[in-house]
């Protein structure tokens, strides 16, 4: 008798990892690229994209996610781009977080054959967020210096699974006493290989740098069969 | 035959608030007081705190939550107060908040014989550390005004739980774009009986408020029987 052995791995139980993987099929097939962006409460990531969206060579849209309301995907859209708002406060006090399932649910309202490039804004959070694969190619991170220098080693996790920091208010930088080589230098310990750029999205500094990063993931080639190598 | 008739109510169901009511008379019983302090990751609890704990009349503990390590522990035990850390690293990306079983494991650690208030530094977190009682008597939460003024109307469990919300960072008001009465509006919005005091943990303006709020909490009666009327 033959028999066939199915090894199932804890990977494979992880529902989550599988919805992922399924988002990330469909975003392929649609060729469209996904980045994950998430930061803390207050950040300035909806800002931050306020300036770098504008003149972005790929077509996007944004995936908005956040507690209640819809006070960033209202920002954006005056920007004359696609946003889909998606709420997670079903729960008690609202899911900390967006899960590939969420994202999934919201895939039918996202115009995936308009777009190239879904720039998903996660919920304002620097612990869970990090923990659920949406079906990204990309995640990134917006930490402000007004958060202080130890918050990579607070949270590694979320230092430590973007493949970008965006060092964001810089503008600030003189009013403040934060050490920017000891927050790098942080940076540096939970993520040794990450990028980072210095930004102010009040003033524009350094915001081509993000765009232009932007613009280069919605370059990059779809990659649904590698995505369970831990993408 | 005589039946009695037991109503497994929702609040009953809940093991969070049962065991928050337990440790809520654990702290009754050695006649301390809890204050469960929130924020966003880097609104400046502990740099608050290094501020207002000094010179205060109860004698003051600290239980430091944190995903892990101790950098903000280390800071406060300079003051000479005994400190307890508190990690929620187990899980995987660790948990993004204190829950009543996290605080009850953590009694056997804290001295609450010679200790006549225990604050709790939660997690830096806007959403869940509002979903669960850890048996305090108040609730305060501080948020920066780097954070924009949106933040009541995008995590309003947080700013309704709260008896206190604390505008810490006032120092920067001159640079920044915030606008504080729009935010006070906001606040007033979803809390309108909240008290609030605006301060800058860095330049010492309103810590004493603070202070004296603290004081306060800490000679208040111990409510214990009133803690399943929803505390």
Known sequence: MHRTKVRVTEDALDANTTIAQANRTDFDRNDVRVVNLMSAPGAGKTTLLEAALPGLGPKVGVLEGDVQGSFDADRLASLHIPVTQLNTDNGFGGDCHLDANMVRTALPALPLDEIDLLVVENVGNLVCPAEFRIGEDAKAMVCSVTEGEDKPLKYPLMF????????????????????????????????????????????????????????????????????SAGA
């Open 160 to 227: 430590r699974t973007c493949e970008l920091v965006v060092v964001n208010k810089i503008d600030l930088l003189e009013h403040l006493d934060f050490d920017l080589d000891k927050f790098l230098h942080n940076v540096d310990t939970v993520n040794p290989d990450v990028e980072h750029m210095l930004v102010s999205a009040k003033t524009g500094e350094g915001v081509e740098a993000f765009r232009s990063w932007l613009a280069a993931v919605g370059e990059r080639e779809g990659s649904a069969t590698t995505a």
